[in-house]
């Protein structure tokens, strides 16, 4: 199978009229979206695994991609986050378009993923998994983080709280000291999630 088509937001019918309308006046009022793929298509050798997609995704927006599997959503996610470079079309984020988004300039500009498998540091800590998602922000020496000086320290101390906020928001804060390899499989989920 492939997907093929153009992906819009759809608000079921028990949405809120406030929702519809908010929704319905960001795309009528012509702001850009911070998210646009115009005619992806994705070929390996002779599977057209995606086909003349477009998608725009606006600020505040939550769009579900759904399917039967082979359908193409894990390809679909994998031209937006840099992975795959599609055959044609090109992927537009903040206004800026690309062929293919480098996966480094994603994470500068707050795009990041999880997979489907795990891929946390069981031995570490709930907390010092969240604060690696940090590290491409970082920009103190190997140095300065090793003997704890100014700027290496103030930016552990900014990752802390930021992972900090993330527990709160994910509801992890119980489990902040727990080694995430021991947690359930629905919490480790949520331990990438706070750490993307």
Not at 41 to 68: K, T, Y
Not at 169 to 182: I, K, M, S, V, Y
């Amino acid at each position: 199978m492939s997907m093929s088509g153009t992906l819009e937001l759809a608000l079921p019918a028990h949405a809120g009229a406030d929702a519809a309308t908010s929704a319905q006046r960001s795309v009528q009022a012509g702001v850009a979206p911070v998210l646009q793929l115009e005619g992806i298509s994705l070929s390996f050798g002779g599977v057209q695994a995606l086909r003349h997609v477009d998608l725009a995704l606006h600020e505040r927006e939550i769009l579900a991609v759904i399917g039967p599997n082979g359908a193409g959503k894990s390809s679909l996610v994998n031209v937006m986050s840099g992975l795959y470079r599609p055959t044609q079309g090109t992927v537009s984020l903040a206004g800026q378009r690309f062929r293919q988004v480098p996966t480094a300039r994603l994470a500068r500009l707050g795009v990041a993923r999880t997979f489907q498998n795990l891929a946390l540091f069981k031995g570490l800590s709930v907390r010092d998994n969240i604060v690696l998602g940090r590290v491409d922000a970082m920009r103190a020496s190997f140095v300065e983080q090793i003997a704890g000086l100014g700027r290496a320290r103030r930016e552990r101390n900014e990752a802390r709280a930021l992972a900090a906020q993330m527990m709160d928001f994910l509801d992890l804060r119980a489990h902040a000291e727990r080694p995430a390899g021991g947690l359930p499989y629905g919490l480790q989920k949520r331990v990438e999630l706070a750490r993307a």
